[in-house]
């Protein structure tokens, strides 16, 4: 069992920045691989970034890349998402999520927390 617990959102004007914090608990959290989502109003939930088990390697969706950075301090078991220059088409609800198995699903998610951004 892993529980993730996202904390960080909030209301930011358009070019402002915010930084995102999911704090795990249970499974060791330095064997895997950790993500963030985020869920628009009237929209699917889409990716936004993976990180791997040792933070070595850094995955991006398109829209965010050069925004927005993933990292994790598995001494305090937590991942972050800097995100920085932020437009009004990144409010939504934000997500972590644990990946158990390398290129499995995501088998555990947090509550999620609500980032909104102004115009």
């Known amino acids: 069992q892993v529980q993730l617990v996202e904390s960080g959102g909030g209301l930011v004007q358009a070019g402002g920045s915010l930084r995102l914090s999911c704090a795990a608990s249970g499974r060791t959290f330095s064997s895997y691989a950790m993500g963030w989502f985020r869920q628009a109003p009237g929209k699917d939930r889409e990716f936004v970034a993976a990180?791997?088990?040792?933070?070595?390697?850094?995955w991006y969706a398109d829209s965010v890349k050069g925004r927005f950075t993933i990292s994790r301090d598995n001494a305090k078991n937590t991942v972050y998402l800097q995100m920085n220059s932020l437009k009004p088409e990144d409010t939504a609800v934000y997500y972590c999520?644990?990946?158990?198995?390398?290129?499995?699903?995501?088998?555990?998610w947090g509550q999620g927390t609500q980032v909104t951004v102004s115009s």
């Open positions: 999520a644990a990946q158990l198995e390398y290129g499995g699903e995501y088998d555990y």
């Open positions: 990180i791997s088990w040792s933070g070595g390697s850094t």
